[in-house]
């Protein structure tokens, strides 16, 4: 593991030892991009796990408050939330942050000083970056070339990849390209705006691709409905970055890679479904299911632990599978998920169907 010491924040230390009294709420903080879809509906999984956490009167008995902070999805404002959670003693873990750049930016901050659990931030440059820094989605190094060998195992597929220029695309679109094991017939970087995007959508469709596979997130609705009008029929293949959007689109022979799915038949998924569509009248997608489960996990974790190192340890040690509905909570001591498989949703039209990858 990369020496992080650099990032030490050495006036904070003393906060990690500060326990708060047994009928203190347990206060933890959450960050990502609460006006943007995907912040929207991870903020309703947040709320819905608070309620959860403290219907019985909380973990514990304590109960679990959250500050929510706004990071706009940018690195320079994730880093400045940080630095704000990590100066506040009563804030003892941090549910966030949504994306790999602002959660980048976030974890020099964090190390030594705060945990942060995020839901969604799946970057391979977060491997080994902080112990303090746990998160629930494998890095995109395993994702990528998971989803990579399986077209690998189709020889005559012609691949074109395209990813958005960010920590999460280049990542996922570097380790897709290891697994597949050959050369794409064409890859080519976006902007986060889709800006720029006919000449590189029309440049790859003249190379008569058989599949493409997509590593994006903030672009994707413009970017499906460009590879739509000059592709009609091929199929697309993306990582969970992609998740939710048959919220916004009808998408056809599309799949996606995701943490969670609204069609998985197990009971835990079905009784979340039903219980968020109940409360928000919309159906869950990945990111509202990650944070429900990062926030019970932390929540739990706060209450046991009582300070901020108690609640990196025993979220490192969490051995409770009560509730969540997105897999078990087992992570390594360097913050990195374990034992959770990686699920594909196919969606053709508004058929949504899950399918256990090999």
Not at 96 to 110: C, D, E, I, N
Not at 217 to 245: E, Q
Not at 282 to 309: I, K, M, N, Q, S
Request: glycine share 10%; aromatic share 6%.
């Amino acid at each position: 593991m990369r020496s992080v010491s650099r990032y030490a924040l050495p006036a904070l230390l003393a906060l990690a030892g500060c326990r708060a009294p047994a009928d203190r709420p347990v206060t933890l903080g959450a960050a990502g991009p609460w006006e943007l879809p995907v912040g929207i509906m991870a903020r309703r999984g947040i709320e819905l796990a608070l309620a959860d956490l403290n219907a019985d009167g909380g973990p514990g008995g304590r109960r679990v408050v959250v500050k929510f902070r706004d990071d706009g999805n940018d690195g320079a404002t994730a880093a400045r939330v940080a630095r704000d959670f990590a100066e506040d003693p009563a804030v003892v873990g941090v549910v966030g942050h949504l994306a790999s750049t602002p959660m980048l930016a976030a974890a020099r901050v964090y190390h030594e000083s705060v945990a942060a659990l995020t839901p969604t931030a799946t970057s391979p440059e977060l491997d080994g970056m902080s112990p303090w820094v746990v998160r629930l989605l494998p890095s995109d190094s395993v994702t990528g070339e998971r989803l990579g060998a399986l077209v690998r195992a189709r020889p005559g597929a012609r691949v074109a990849v395209l990813y958005e220029n960010t920590a999460y695309g280049r990542g996922l679109a570097e380790s897709f390209v290891r697994g597949l094991g050959r050369e794409p017939v064409s890859i080519d970087p976006i902007a986060v705006d889709a800006s720029g995007l006919d000449p590189i959508i029309r440049r790859l469709a003249a190379g008569d691709p058989t599949l493409v596979f997509v590593a994006g997130n903030a672009s994707r609705v413009p970017v499906y409905r460009a590879l739509r009008t000059a592709l009609p029929s091929v199929p697309l293949l993306a990582g969970d970055g992609w998740a939710g959007i048959d919220d916004h689109l009808a998408p056809t022979a599309t799949t996606i890679a995701v943490g969670f799915s609204p069609v998985d038949p197990r009971p835990e998924v079905q009784r979340f479904v039903a219980a968020f569509t109940r409360t928000y009248g919309v159906r869950p997608d990945a990111f509202a299911a990650l944070a429900y489960d990062a926030t019970l996990a932390l929540g739990r974790a706060a209450a046991a632990g009582g300070d901020r190192e108690g609640t990196r340890r025993a979220l490192l040690t969490l051995a409770d599978e009560a509730g969540y509905v997105t897999g078990p909570m087992r992570f390594a001591a360097t913050g990195e998920p374990t034992g959770r498989d990686a699920r594909l949703l196919a969606i053709d039209g508004r058929t949504l169907r899950a399918v256990r990858t090999p």
